[in-house]
């Protein structure tokens, strides 16, 4: 059982950068694969990242490879997607989400998901 809590989004110009949080409750983060979905208003959820329990695994949609990194630090049971040359098409209201059984780019195999965050990115 964990609660997450997503923070650090806002309004940024095209080009300019946000590092997004997620912070979780209980004793069991370590446990947890991490992710980020983001959904824009009309479209689907999409996936954005994962992050492996240790953190030695990554993956990216290929529309933010590059630019968005996703990190974990295990201590502070908190998960971060820094995001960098933000772009107009990136404006999306973007999910933490948390599984313990695998990595995956499926939102079907997350069983918590935060509150998410708006990112509005300006032209």
């Known amino acids: 059982q964990v609660q997450l809590v997503e923070s650090g989004g806002g309004l940024v110009q095209a080009g300019g950068s946000l590092r997004l949080s997620c912070a979780a409750s209980?004793?069991?983060?370590?446990?947890?694969?991490m992710a980020w979905f983001r959904q824009a208003p009309g479209k689907e959820r999409e996936f954005v990242a994962y992050?492996?329990?240790?953190?030695?695994?990554?993956s990216y949609t290929d529309s933010v490879k590059g630019r968005f990194t996703i990190s974990r630090e295990n201590a502070k049971n908190t998960v971060y997607l820094q995001m960098n040359s933000l772009k107009p098409e990136d404006t999306a209201v973007y999910y933490c989400?948390?599984?313990?059984?695998?990595?995956?780019?499926?939102?079907?195999?997350?069983?918590?998901w935060g509150q998410g965050t708006q990112v509005t990115v300006t032209s």
């Open positions: 989400a948390a599984n313990e059984w695998r990595i995956s780019t499926s939102g079907r195999d997350y069983n918590y």
């Open positions: 209980g004793r069991t983060f370590n446990n947890y694969v």
């Open positions: 992050i492996s329990r240790s953190g030695a695994s990554t």
